[in-house]
């Protein structure tokens, strides 16, 4: 996946791309203030190839968004609340809903005297909202990772994270200071990203080769789990797919003096020994990285009933300068670049083979954190991600960037590319005859396209998954859907935050059937991402409830959860929580019916 290698079609792609699709945006994309809603002025003179929109002192500009108010608390410290306390209920919580929806993401970002740079940074902190009979409960408990452990034990941080390199401890000698430059930067286990479940059992988990198996009654971890005692990879993501027996797939790197290898892993769907952690897990196939020193980044990936699809985007990870990293006090952050030149390459992976497709699926650089669905229909993979035309985001999610208020918090947010659904059409049958440089695509409605222009290479363009209206809330981030049920099959609705801020500031409902949407907004309230549960005996895709953790950062230990009808997206009821609550990343409902 080099420049070289790119189609003709997609050079032209990239060298507009400031002129056409990035001005699209802009002319579509619309800003807010405080009070109203401003059309967007179009940046004029910044094109992608500009040398001075490169530059620190000059970003290229996506939006002109003036007026957001500071969000400063949402990235505060908070105490954990251990022990059950009720919740003020407004509304209705409905009583058909058993069970505790489960939270993860940072809640300490400063340990002493010592700050946290990153959002990812932070301590993890897990939450419970325990929900039955119309009423809640809730409890929070940080996770007792050697991370926090230590950092807490020595008042310092002492244990790098994704933004934060960890400086020479102060008790030891010169000589060891300098020789412990020359180390490997320990993976830390702060699994601040998500819950997930491997054979019946709960984990949090971040990117690393660490998670911790967690009570989900108590929230105390359990035991800590280490992937690399059973399969040889380096790390995991934190969104692994499971199939309807249990059967989990998930993606891991590894690094060896061949370079980096991309690695589809699998899990067995159930324990025979109640001790039972990852014991089984089998490595589906193994991906050599183009660029063996610098792999693609890669947040999640997407799952059909037959493939798994691996997005390798333009994001890179430069090993030199992570391995380099204690020498030179770089944080791992600081290893990451986005380079415009490449293609997005995306890979099938057969999951009862495990034989990867020879067929090279290219698009135009992108992207892309979290897929929305895959499926298989009359010969094509349809897959449906969040997508932006830009990969410098992870940057800017710095804990200093979510602290500004004024101007500079509105030039962070207008440095931001957006995020929109998208949905790509991959021709899975391509034969000896298969045309040339024609689009391959011929399902009703559809305006993606795939064009064969090689042998073995499929150039793709996406179809958008909105209309207009979506440009007025900032895009899309977040998204879920009926999993359980939808997940790998053909589906009608979506869910997810729309970001006219750096975090989600409305709750939306998207109908795929004339790409319709609902929102639910309220002036000053930051909806986190929304979970869909389903209501017993339902019998429509969307009969069910939405649950979504909403921050109050200009008021205090407001925080409440959400819970709206999915189906009219009407709120019901909130239930209100006497303490504060920072910002989270992903959760969970676990059924207790």
């Known amino acids: 996946m080099n420049g ?17 699709d ?3 945006e802009q002319d579509n994309n619309k800003g807010f203030s405080s ?7 179009h940046q004029k003179g910044r094109s992608t190839g500009d040398k001075e929109s490169k530059s620190r ?4 500009h996506f939006t002109d968004v003036h007026g957001l108010p500071c969000i400063e608390k949402i990235v505060s410290s908070v105490e954990d609340t251990p022990e059950p306390i009720s919740t003020d209920i407004i509304g209705t919580i409905p009583n058909w809903i058993h069970g505790n929806f489960l939270r993860n993401g940072p809640g300490k970002f400063e340990i002493g005297n010592h700050r946290f740079n990153h959002w990812f940074d932070g301590m993890a902190l897990l939450h419970q909202f325990k929900i039955s009979n119309g009423q809640v409960t809730y409890k929070s408990r940080f996770l007792s990772s050697d991370s926090y452990q230590s950092n807490k034990d020595q008042n310092r941080i002492v244990m790098s994270e994704f933004g934060t390199a960890t400086m020479p401890d102060p008790c030891k000698n010169v000589f060891q200071r300098f020789l412990s430059r020359f180390e490997l930067p320990k993976p830390t286990d702060n699994a601040n990203v998500s819950f997930v479940t491997y054979k019946g059992d709960f984990y949090v988990s971040t990117e690393t080769n660490i998670m911790h198996k967690v009570d989900p009654e108590t929230l105390e971890a ?4 280490d992937w690399s005692k059973f399969i040889a990879v380096n790390g995991a993501t934190a969104h692994p797919h499971t199939e309807p027996d249990g059967t989990a797939y998930n993606m891991g790197n590894s690094y060896s003096t061949k370079g980096a290898y991309y690695n589809i892993i699998r899990v067995p769907p159930t324990k025979e020994a109640e001790e039972e952690t990852l014991e089984g897990t089998t490595l589906l196939c193994s991906i050599p990285a183009e660029d063996k020193t610098k792999p693609s980044y890669y947040h999640s990936f997407a799952m059909s009933e037959n493939y798994v699809v691996f997005i390798e985007q333009p994001i890179k990870m430069d090993l030199l300068k992570i391995v380099t990293g204690k020498l030179t006090r770089k944080s791992i952050s600081n290893c990451f670049s986005w380079n415009p030149k490449l293609n997005t390459v995306l890979h099938l992976i057969h999951k009862h083979t495990g034989k990867v497709s020879p067929i090279q699926y290219l698009a135009k650089p992108m992207s892309t954190f979290h897929q929305i669905n895959a499926y298989e229909e009359h010969g094509f993979l349809i897959i449906d991600l969040c997508a932006s035309d830009d990969g410098q985001a992870i940057a800017n999610y710095n804990i200093q960037n979510l602290r500004k208020s004024g101007e500079a918090l509105d030039e962070v947010y207008n440095t931001l590319c957006r995020v929109f659904p998208r949905r790509f059409v ?6 000896p005859g298969t045309p040339y440089n024609q689009n391959l695509i011929d399902l009703p409605n559809c305006t993606a396209t ?7 290479k499929v150039f793709c363009t996406h179809e958008d998954l909105h209309g207009e209206d979506l440009h007025m809330y900032g895009g899309l981030e977040f998204p879920q859907i009926n999993y359980g049920k939808y997940n790998m099959h053909p589906y009608r609705y979506f869910y997810g935050c729309g970001f006219r801020h750096l975090v989600g500031d409305t709750l ?7 790409k319709e949407m609902k929102v639910w907004e309220d002036p000053g309230l930051y909806p986190s991402e929304p979970v869909f549960v389903p209501c017993p005996n339902a019998t429509e895709e969307d009969d069910g409830v939405i649950l979504s953790v909403v921050i109050t950062p200009i008021k205090d230990k407001s925080t409440f959860l959400l819970v709206l009808d999915a189906k009219t997206f009407e709120e019901l009821g909130r239930a209100v929580v006497p303490v504060n609550i920072p910002y989270g990343f992903h959760g969970t409902f676990s059924s207790t019916a």
């Open 450 to 456: 795939a064009v064969r222009t090689g042998k073995n």
């Open 57 to 60: 002192k000059n970003p290229k």
């Open 222 to 225: 359990t035991q800590k789990v």
């Open 508 to 514: 939306l409902k998207m109908d795929l059937q004339g």
């Open 22 to 24: 990035a001005s699209k």
């Open 426 to 431: 991959l021709p899975l049958r391509i034969e």
């Open 4 to 20: 070289e290698s790119q189609s003709e079609e997609s050079i032209k792609l990239q060298s507009h791309l400031g002129e056409t």
């Open 35 to 41: 009070k109203r809603m401003d059309t967007v002025k």
